[in-house]
């Protein structure tokens, strides 16, 4: 039977079952994959996935409570669209200086409260310019929550009393999750295999009853219960290759499209690898390429060979006219900390 089921994953290929969907959460199975790829979606949907966040801050005027520093961080902290994130530069990789259209959204803040009440300042009183990439990036999320806690105003800002007033300007570029947390386009991703340890992966510390203290989760009913004649399973050698993802997003993607996103981020650099391993054809410089010699093309630690009888020199040590460490004619190479072992005719003393 086992043999039969790695056939049949061969076969099949990597296969999606959807099993809900809304606006900010996706619930799926992915089924034929390994391990290491389904990790590797997850962490990648998690950290390299690009979005659009507050990366600068100019304030005019600021007379709340809150430090400038405080306000900026929590204007960085709001999620912003980034459905058309494809077509917003890298700011590193524009031309300009600074910010511009291409690479760059930029908001606007301007409020002062005039009544005796506290003023809230939310996230949709920022106002988003003409001069960005696209329609598609920059503007606040505003919806959040369900039910009594869902709010059409978006994050709060702070809150000014009478004669309070803060004006300032904001910078929005694209970035991703590995730089900072605020380029995350996910709240939190769900991930679990093997939901009846039948693989005997994880050992649970328990006290008295383990099947009462550790409760199967709901993608326990998507497996196969074990046969009761079978007694206890037993830890076997054998991978996964079912895996339940709950992916649940702060709003800035549909998440769809951050699973889409994070499959070709893999893809890109998957692309990479490949790229830098043909580099070993004629004219290129990978696998077959230049490279420094290796211990067996060298006598010992510093015995010379005729094509090494100088030492292997590096462009650095060729310049400043050091030995390398690799041996030269009799001393070998040094060190700032004193004399190497490698290049001693005889090796080790």
């Not at 997850?42 to 005019?60: D, K, N, Q, S």
């Not at 306000?71 to 058309?84: D, K, N």
């Not at 998440?255 to 830098?276: F, T």
Request: glycine share 10%.
């Amino acid at each position: 039977m086992d043999g039969m089921y790695d056939m049949e994953v061969e076969d099949a290929g990597p296969t999606i079952k959807i099993r809900n969907v809304s606006s900010n959460n996706v619930d799926f199975v992915l089924s034929s994959v390994t391990l290491p790829f389904a990790n590797s979606l997850r962490r990648v949907m998690l950290t390299e996935v690009p979005t659009m966040a507050i990366e600068l801050v100019e304030i005019e005027q600021n007379t709340s409570v809150l430090p400038d520093e405080f306000l900026a961080h929590r204007l960085g902290l709001i999620p912003l669209s980034s459905s058309g994130i494809a077509g917003v530069a890298l700011s590193r990789e524009c031309d300009c200086d600074g910010y511009c259209g291409n690479c760059s959204a930029v908001l606007m803040l301007s409020v002062r409260c005039t009544s005796e009440e506290i003023m809230g300042v939310y996230a949709r009183d920022l106002v988003v310019s003409d001069d960005r990439p696209n329609e598609d990036v920059g503007s606040p999320v505003l919806g959040s929550g369900t039910g009594e806690t869902k709010s059409t105003s978006g994050p709060l800002i702070c809150k000014l009393r009478r004669g309070q007033e803060i004006r300032l300007k904001c910078i929005a570029k694209r970035g991703v999750a590995k730089e900072h947390a605020k380029w995350a386009p996910t709240a939190a991703i769900g991930f679990e295999y093997d939901p009846l340890n039948k693989l005997r992966h994880t050992d649970y510390w328990y006290e008295e009853d383990p099947k009462k203290e550790w409760p199967l989760s709901k993608n326990a009913a998507e497996e196969e219960p074990y046969a009761a004649e079978h007694g206890e399973p037993q830890a076997q050698a054998d991978d996964p290759t079912r895996f339940y993802f709950d992916v649940e997003t702060t709003g800035v993607l549909d998440p769809d499209a951050v699973v889409q996103s994070g499959i070709k981020v893999l893809q890109n650099k998957l692309a990479d690898v490949i790229k830098e391993l043909n580099r070993g054809e004629p004219g290129g410089q990978g696998m077959n390429g230049a490279r420094s010699p290796s211990r067996m093309e060298i006598d010992g630690y510093g015995g010379a060979t005729a094509r090494y009888a100088g030492g292997y020199e590096s462009t650095y040590q060729r310049d400043q006219g050091q030995g390398s460490v690799w041996g030269g004619q009799q001393q070998g190479g040094s060190t700032p900390y004193g004399a190497t072992p490698y290049g001693q005719p005889n090796g080790w003393r």
